[in-house]
Each structure stands twice: as structure tokens, then as C-alpha cells.
């Protein structure tokens, strides 16, 4: 059976390399995103051979959900053995992050063996960097429009450094205080989330960009690579009293880190209708589909 613990900052050379062993796209499939959103689902990581495994042991009806292993090696073997320990823990095995082509793989290596579901809140944003750099053509002339308004400020941005932390800590901190009860686990595992990223920001080779206006921080934005063609965008924060200020910070970090990247994954929607709406705004390539699979 397999091991779970809690992710640690020296396990970033192991994960990486099984992650870079299998590219995948999904958001899921970074270790700064795994480190620093562990409190959202109560994940705990564990290691088979050379496969690297994350669970989430926090759902509405108490099953772990695992994730599509990243890694190399017998894939029907890894899959056997997080069967075995979902098994032991009197759970079925359920697999979440999974997209069309290993879903492919799994109906072949065991057919008839699960039910799919999907859930359109956590499909992800797949956009052309070169287009959120550029905002090319007519499709875009919102967002050139709403990037004139933003130019109207007095705004100045920069590549985050460590004289920044205190500041945006502290500005996504009065968002969390305007916006959460002090209950909701979602609220409280986002603001987790950010100290976590500003805490091993180097650690984690992160990139970062911050607004000010009137030398007080007025957005960020934190990513970092997901794969050899895609730039992951993790948090994105702005005081939306700004005219453009959205657009602003979405199309100077484009600018600033996702050359040489071919893909900027921008995550999920959560279902949110208004998110959503913003994501869409932007043109996505496509929606990376991902499916969870329950063995019978």
C-alpha cells in the first residue's frame, strides 16, 4: 500500500522530475500549485518507483481523490497499487486530472472497470501566450480598449522581488478580510496558498508581477512553468476600483514571462459563472477537459 505525508519544499527535484516525465497540461501537474493549495483539499503526496502520486483526502462523500500519476513505468502497476489503498482504506479508487488520452489508456488497460464523470468548473483555460501578449485583431478590441484605460493611470509595473512580499501579502490579506466570514475553507486555503508562494517564492522559481499606483500595490500576478510549452498563471489579484487594471496586469505578466511558451494555462473556472465570463473573454484555444473515473 501506498504512504501518504504532507508535500515538503525538498521534495521540489523528485516531483519535478516526474512531472517533467510526463508534460501534462493540467494545472494539477505542478508542484508550486501542489505545495502551496494542499490545505484546499487536505492533499498528502506519496511515491511509487518512479511515479509521483498527490491525494486529496478531503471530499463532500469521504472517498480520496487520487490523482492521474505523473511519472514513468508500468502504468497498470501504479494503478493497481492505488487500488490496493484506496481498498484498504474501505473507499473505491477514484482518479481525478484526467484528460481524454489517458482516459483512452485506462478504458484499455481496464475496461468496464469505472464510471466517468466530468465537471465543467474544472476544465482549464488554455490560451495562446503570443494572443494575451499581443491581443491581436477584432476579437480583442474590448480588451485593447480596456488596456487604454489602464494606460491612463499612473501605473507602474515591475517583476515582483523580495521587497514586494510584505506588500502584496498584505494587500490579498484586506481582499481576504473584505470578502470571508473567517469560515469559508475555500477563502482560508487561498490566503494559505499566497503566503505559501511568497514564502519559498525563490525556492519555487517563480514569476511575478506587481502594479502600483501612488506607490501602493494595486495587483499581482504569480506562475510559473507547468511544461516545456506551457506558462501556468497561479494567482492573479487587482483592486478592481482601477479602470483596466485586470486587463493591465493579464497583459503586462503575458508580456513579462510567457515568451518562449507556446501555452499559457490560465486554470479552472470553479463554476463560477463570473469568472467564467472573464476567462471566456480572453479567447481560450481551448478547454482542457478533465474527467474522474470511480472503479467499480
Not at 473505491?92 to 482516459?103: D, F, M
Not at 507602474?156 to 478580510?177: G, L
Not at 502594479?211 to 516545456?228: E, M, P, Q, T, Y
Not at 463560477?272 to 473515473?293: M, N
Amino acid at each position: 500500500m501506498l504512504e501518504f505525508r504532507d508535500i515538503d519544499i525538498t521534495d521540489k527535484k523528485r516531483i519535478t522530475a516526474a512531472l517533467n516525465e510526463s508534460q501534462f497540461m493540467g494545472c494539477e501537474y505542478s508542484f508550486s500549485n501542489n505545495m502551496a493549495w494542499k490545505r484546499l483539499g487536505d492533499s498528502k503526496i506519496s511515491f511509487f518507483k518512479e511515479f509521483y502520486i498527490c491525494c486529496s483526502f478531503r471530499s463532500e462523500d469521504g472517498i480520496p481523490k487520487f490523482f492521474f500519476p505523473s511519472g514513468k513505468g508500468s502504468c497498470s502497476e501504479v494503478i493497481a497499487e492505488m487500488k490496493k489503498t484506496a481498498e484498504g482504506l474501505g473507499k473505491p479508487l477514484r482518479i481525478a486530472g484526467i484528460t481524454e488520452s489517458s482516459l483512452d489508456m485506462l478504458s484499455d488497460l481496464f475496461p468496464d472497470s469505472f464510471d466517468v464523470s466530468t465537471d465543467e468548473g474544472d476544465w482549464d483555460y488554455i490560451y495562446a501566450s503570443k494572443d494575451l501578449r499581443e491581443l491581436p485583431g477584432r476579437r480583442y478590441h474590448s480588451k485593447r480598449n480596456h488596456l487604454a484605460r489602464f494606460g491612463e493611470l499612473d501605473a507602474s509595473f515591475s517583476v515582483i522581488t523580495e521587497k514586494d512580499f510584505d506588500d502584496c501579502i498584505t494587500f490579498s490579506a484586506v481582499e481576504y478580510n473584505e470578502k470571508a466570514d473567517g469560515q469559508d475553507h475555500s477563502f482560508i486555503a487561498e490566503q494559505y496558498a499566497i503566503n505559501t508562494y511568497f514564502n519559498y517564492y525563490n525556492e519555487l522559481d517563480l514569476s511575478g508581477g506587481v502594479i502600483r499606483i501612488g506607490g501602493k500595490v494595486a495587483a499581482f500576478s504569480i506562475g510559473d512553468r507547468l511544461n516545456d510549452s506551457t506558462f501556468c498563471v497561479h494567482i492573479e489579484k487587482a483592486d478592481k476600483s482601477y479602470n483596466g487594471i485586470y486587463t493591465g496586469i493579464n497583459n503586462l505578466s503575458a508580456k513579462a514571462f510567457t515568451e518562449g511558451f507556446e501555452y499559457t494555462n490560465r486554470e479552472e473556472d470553479l463554476g463560477l459563472e463570473g469568472l467564467r465570463k472573464a476567462k471566456q473573454s480572453y479567447h481560450p484555444l481551448f478547454l482542457l477537459k478533465k474527467y474522474t473515473v470511480t472503479f467499480k
